[in-house]
């Protein structure tokens, strides 16, 4: 099998097997005061510390989630609606995740005011035109660190300052999901006061995501009750996804993005060379993660070539996995000026540190081969 769908989710390393197993025997409530209570506790405070070793941030200032979706909403709608006093103005992207846009929408509904920034046609975010957004009534902002489908990574780095300038209210929140531990993020030196990421992406399992919040950020939780970590997130801890959670963070402190950048203009320069009529869909030099490749195979369906190559046991994907049972154009790709055969035919590769140079010929014999066949049938 070539696995080539790692931004919709990875394969459990094996010490996150081992880590499962182990938290597994460890099955008392962490809210419990006898022993096998605070063994528990102990591995969920463990996983707090290698969660914040990541982006360098403390350890008090995470919160444990079900995944990167609760960690979105929990900061879009726990923080707006804590803060709705403050400014009704909030501020997000174009090209954001459903988990992110989704909750903006509502809000939008509950009578907040919200500016959608466009994107260039690298896919990364226009600052003149949040500029323009910023004022004194912004109280939220949300631009997530990699996009999801094509990988372009946003100048995060370069938002806080125009946020302090024109709208010094205003909170930023990054979704980290498909960049955490795998591209550089410095939430302290950026400015950034709320982060969301999931441990499935980064081969932990499934279930289980962080949303760092800075010390002195207000939000409302949205699940009340046990008033487990702080009161911000009530519910008995899922201290066997926590616990892959920690193993993950571990692992991802050496994840060699070098390798799988190379690996990925190998994949690229592949494509392009063999197979006529594709266009990549890409961010430049820095703007780019080395982990997706965007790529229209024009004149074809992507659902089509993506189940051809599921008969060679290869997996990819045409976008979003969360969008995948929806059939709609590409909504990144849309917001970046791509036609429509472009969007038809657009297949996301997403590689891993584990890949090898044999997988990606492999991959590329079978593309030349499938992209023809359909051709000539489409034809």
């Known amino acids: ?25 460890q099955f008392g409530n ?13 591995i969920i405070k463990k ?43 909030i501020i997000t992207t174009r090209v954001e995740h459903p988990s992110v846009l989704s909750p903006f929408k509502l809000l939008e509904e509950e009578g907040f005011r919200v500016s959608y920034i466009g994107v260039d046609s690298n896919g990364v975010i226009r600052l003149d035109e949040l500029s323009e957004a910023l004022c004194q009534d912004t109280v939220f902002v949300s631009v997530m660190l990699v996009n999801n489908e094509i990988g372009s990574i946003m100048p995060i780095e370069k ?16 979704d980290a999901v498909q960049g955490y531990g795998k591209v550089v993020c410095k939430p302290r030196a950026w400015g950034i006061d709320m982060l969301s990421a999931s441990g499935h992406k980064i081969h932990g399992i499934k279930g289980c995501g962080i949303l760092y919040a800075a010390s002195g950020i207000n939000f409302k939780p949205l699940l009340i009750g046990g008033g487990q970590q702080k009161n911000m997130r009530s519910g008995t801890e899922n201290v066997v996804g926590i616990s892959a ?76 996995a969360c969008s995948t049972n929806k059939p709609a154009p590409s909504h990144v790709l849309s917001a970046m000026g791509c036609n429509n055969k472009e969007i038809t035919g657009a297949v996301r590769f997403s590689l891993s540190d584990d890949l090898t140079p044999e997988d990606i010929d492999i991959t590329v014999e079978a593309l030349k081969k499938e992209v023809a066949q359909i051709r000539k049938y489409v034809r």
């Open 245 to 320: 959670f920690s193993k993950a963070s571990e692992e991802i402190l050496s994840y060699n993005s070098e390798r799988t950048k190379q690996l990925r203009e190998l994949l690229r320069n592949k494509i392009t060379e063999n197979i006529e009529n594709t266009v990549v869909h890409e961010a430049e030099n820095e703007n780019q993660a080395g982990h997706i490749l965007n790529l229209s195979f024009l004149g074809i369906k992507a659902e089509i070539l993506l189940h051809s190559l599921e008969m060679h046991d290869i997996y990819v994907s045409t976008g979003s």
């Open 159 to 174: 938002i806080k300052p125009l946020m302090k300038e024109l709208a010094p209210k205003a909170v930023l929140h990054v």
């Open 47 to 89: 996983a707090r510390e290698n969660a914040a070793r990541v982006i360098n941030v403390r350890p008090e200032d995470i919160y444990f989630t079900s995944g990167g979706t609760e960690s979105n909403n929990t900061a879009i709608l726990g923080y707006c609606r804590a803060n709705a006093k403050k400014g009704r103005h």
């Open 30 to 42: 962490p809210s419990s005061m006898h022993r096998l209570g605070m063994r528990a506790e102990n």
């Open 1 to 25: 099998m070539i696995y080539l769908d790692n931004a919709s989710t990875t394969r459990p390393s094996e010490g996150v097997r081992q880590a499962v197993l182990e938290a597994l025997e």
